[in-house]
């Protein structure tokens, strides 16, 4: 695996004119990543993942995928490239296997049909049902099947998992983690924060079009707020000896002391040292308070 | 359906309208024939009404054989074909858009302008079928009747009526490439049809009009005219040509707009208003992806 990007955007804007969808995202997505795109409706994941796809065009900067540009090589950056809207529309008229048929015949080497059956097996999709008759579920499990065709080198999966129960949430993140241990690039958007936390290695958080953040999720959850209780075993030490930057006293309660910390938690155990400590209780925060940290404060 | 699965699926998605018209074209072909003699009598003597003698075209009587086939079945036959060609034309981009699933054919490394050729190819298989299937009928019944006019000028006029139906064709994927829109495309695609038709009829009923039929394609491809003059390669080419022409632009706008997704209200002129937005289009924020989607 050489070392080009999978994804590389550079000052990529989408502007409407009366909406700024994108606004200057710069971005890099290294081959093997499970990457985490995430953000509530209307953020611009949808346009980012179009723009990539060249379904949209953008009104700024440019982007890459695999060293090709999304729009001069468009066909090229396709023919390597897997997609699952969010809500996937297939031919009503159309078995799912015919659905498969028709969009393998668009790509290079047509449908490896052992494979398809495998991952119909897996998702339990049936696929001589015609598309029709299919719940959003099952549409949902086709698209992931087309998404799948020729063994795509990267993927592009918006909000994958609507629709879909939670045994085959979790068949679908085994499959991506398959794929990314064979090298495949997942680039993985959503508004569920527990999907990412389960299966990506870096998030990048986008907030009204804007590009916040990208870490690594350890990174992101060790950087935001925790609320941390320490029981001492005697009366607590005055509010002074923890005036530092990013320690807030929260509550005082006989011999125990609650504290909001906001990144790392050295800084207070450095100061709890001197202190005799029976208890120290920490509440890893949720990516769900981690996002509305980002969204209330804008924090980049 | 694997190698040119679109072209095979615009047959599949209209195959019952399509053999429906191939039986009514045959159908009728083959009574317009039968019932020939009959009214070749009762005609004889008629003298018809000026406006009805701009059906005729180039046939001076409709008594005689070339006149009475141009108007009981040439004059009528191509709008139902137009028709067809308008749904199946104006389906095959905005119709995709529409339904969403435009997103997932691009999707795949195909290039635009060859899914609106496949597209185009299909529907024009969509449309010819039953236009040729009327042919056999002509055939049957001049087995039965004398009809006088033989199978080869029948063929060639089945065949002259094609370019006017490729150009509305081409004005449907045109229309749907500029709008995005499949109720819009076929509703103006369908008042040129009207205005044309109005146009070249009042026109072949008026005699101080009649350089006017001139500027519709109804008049260039006036079936009678290959009974009366023989087939004109000129005519023919140029109008399909000018068929082409209009799919190829088509495919050029629709290569350089953004595609839509999900339904999208009329924009009549959305090609203006990208000298606001960029090359891209506008998509106004109501209907914008991120909001029709439902994804993100």
Known sequence: MDSTPAILTRGLSKDYGKLLALNSMDLRVEQGEIFGFLGPNGAGKTTAIRLLLDLIRPTGGSAAILGMDCQRESTAVRAVTGYLPGDVRTYSNLSGRQTVELIGGMRPGGVDWREVGELAGDLALDLDRRAG???????QKLGIVLAMLGNPRVLLLDEPTSGLDPI???????ILRRQAARGTTVFFSSHVISEVDEVCQRVGILRQGRLVAVQPVAAMKGRSVRHVEVSFDSA???????AVDGIRELRRDGATLEFEVAGEIDPLLKALARYHVIDLRTAQPTLD???LRYYREGVA | MKRFGLLWKSLRDYRVAMVSIAVLNFAIALMDILIYPSYREALGDMELPAGFEGFLGEATSMASPEGFITAEYFAWIPLVLITLAIIAGTGAIAGEEGAGT??????????????VVERAVGVALLVAIPALLGWPGFLLGEAFVDFDLGGWPLMIATLNMLPLVFIFLGLALLTSALMANR??????????LVIFYFVHTLASAVASLHEVRKLTPFYWSDSSYVFVHGFSWARFLVMLAIAIALAALA???FERRDVALGSREWRLFSFARRRHAGPEGHIPPSR??????GGD
């Open chain 2, 288 to 293: 914008h992806p991120e909001h029709t989607a």
């Open chain 2, 102 to 115: 435009m997103d997932m054919l691009l999707a795949q490394p195909v290039r635009r302008w060859r899914l």
């Open chain 1, 168 to 174: 085959v949430q979790h068949v679908f993140w085994d």
């Open chain 1, 236 to 242: 607590p030490p005055p509010a002074s000896e923890f």
């Open chain 2, 183 to 192: 109720g819009a495309a076929a509703g103006i695609t369908t008042g040129i």
């Open chain 1, 289 to 291: 308070e981690i996002l």
């Open chain 1, 133 to 139: 008759t299919y719940s959003k579920g099952n549409r």
């Open chain 2, 251 to 253: 495919a050029w706008q």
